[in-house]
T-cell receptor
């Protein structure tokens, strides 16, 4: 079945460092891909999305490109801030069967130090 | 910005007891979902609900689970006889359309079964 694998955390970076959180997926067809973020004490918030190959999702300085050839959707940010400290979840939604349901990775905790 | 509200934020219950987790979805949303995350593991789909009936459920959602929309605003998840392994963070979500990309999650209820 469909699945998402993302890099294990925690990831600790200094402010202004470059961030990459790897995400790869297994799915039949062409899923939609998402990154969600969970700040401490809050719910899951949609950070960015991409619905087809080569699409780039971007928001708040974060970017991720839908790479069909490598089945990846890596999250990047050029210069992280302390306020980016959160847990980041990669997710997909398939186009067959369970079309409304999200399949998540385990989440990667990011801590940014001043 | 509209929110999905979950109560309580944390519930502790004894094994074998019934618990009801409550959610107030966004008022004009039509599709409702429950997900859970066991500590350190993936966020997993439990059930989706539309038009006052379950539209899809996962293998996790067995006979001890039930969902209900008792009035026009609440969406509840009942666990009939809790087990230790039900301890998890439970997330409610709602969306305007099943195939839409706009999922809104609540901040979760942490259920601890002792």
């Amino acid at each position: 079945g469909d699945s998402v694998t993302q890099m294990e955390g925690p990831v600790t970076l200094s402010e202004e460092a470059f961030l990459t959180i790897n995400c790869t997926y297994t799915a039949t067809g062409y899923p939609s891909l998402f990154w969600y973020v969970q700040y401490p004490g809050e719910g899951l918030q949609l950070l960015l999305k991409a619905t087809k190959a080569d699409d780039k999702g971007s928001n708040k300085g974060f970017e991720a490109t839908y790479r069909k050839e490598t089945t990846s959707f890596h999250l990047e940010k050029g210069s992280v801030q302390v306020s980016d400290s959160a847990v980041y979840f990669c997710a997909l939604r398939g186009r067959g069967g369970s079309q409304g349901n999200l399949i998540f990775g385990k989440g990667t905790k990011l801590s940014v130090k001043p | 910005e509209p929110e999905v509200t979950q109560t309580p934020s944390h519930q502790v219950t004894q094994m074998g007891q019934e618990v009801i987790l409550r959610c107030v979805p966004i008022s004009n949303h039509l599709y409702f979902y429950w997900y859970r995350q066991i500590l350190g593991q993936k966020v997993e789909f439990l059930v989706s609900f539309y038009n006052n009936e379950i539209s899809e459920k996962s293998e996790i959602f067995d006979d001890q689970f039930s969902v209900e929309r008792p009035d026009g605003s609440n969406f509840t998840l009942k666990i009939r006889s809790t087990k230790l392994e039900d301890s998890a963070m439970y997330f409610c979500a709602s969306s305007e359309r099943q195939l839409g990309l706009g999922y809104t999650f609540g901040s979760g209820t942490r259920l601890t079964v002792v």
